[in-house]
């Protein structure tokens, strides 16, 4: 049997709820990462060879950042994105004048 491990794996480091309550995996994706991620760690970092022609497949798609028929290289690539850094969007732009100049000379109110 491929992907074997001797225990559930968990991240609370990054879940600290665990996997099946963090929001971002369905059931039966946290199952499959709970029931074989310590395997898939192993052989994502290389501690360990692939052992079956599926762990071969598995490591060879999330390489390649596209899995096509491996449902555990479909979970793991999906953890990394979740895990990874997160991409900040700001709607905010330079301050420049109306005239085109790069300074920016505040208007003065004269209400006062």
Same mark, same amino acid.
């Given at each position: 049997?491929?992907?074997?491990?001797?225990?559930?794996?968990?991240?609370?480091?990054?879940?600290?709820?665990?996997?099946?309550?963090?929001?971002?995996?369905?059931?039966?994706?946290?199952?499959l990462?709970?029931?074989?991620?310590h395997?898939?760690?192993? &052989?994502? /970092?290389?501690? $360990?060879?692939?052992?079956s022609?599926?762990?071969?497949?598995?490591? #060879?798609?999330?390489? @390649?950042?596209?899995?096509?028929?491996?449902?555990?290289?479909?979970?793991?690539?999906?953890?990394?994105?979740?895990?990874?850094?997160?991409?900040?969007?700001? &709607?905010? /732009?330079?301050? $420049?004048?109306?005239?085109?100049?790069?300074?920016?000379?505040?208007? #003065?109110?004269?209400? @006062?």
């Open positions: 049997m491929s992907f074997e491990s001797n225990k559930p794996f968990q991240d609370f480091a990054h879940f600290p709820r665990g996997l099946r309550r963090c929001g971002e995996f369905t059931v039966p994706e946290a199952a990462l709970e029931e074989a991620g395997a898939m760690l192993a &052989l994502y /970092s290389e501690q $360990t060879a692939p052992k022609s599926e762990e071969q497949r598995f490591l #060879e798609q999330v390489k @390649e950042g596209t899995a096509t028929d491996s449902k555990h290289a479909k979970v793991w690539l999906k953890y990394l994105k979740v895990i990874g850094p997160k991409r900040v969007h700001r &709607l905010c /732009s330079p301050m $420049t004048s109306s005239n085109g100049d790069d300074d920016f000379e505040p208007v #003065e109110d004269s209400s @006062e």
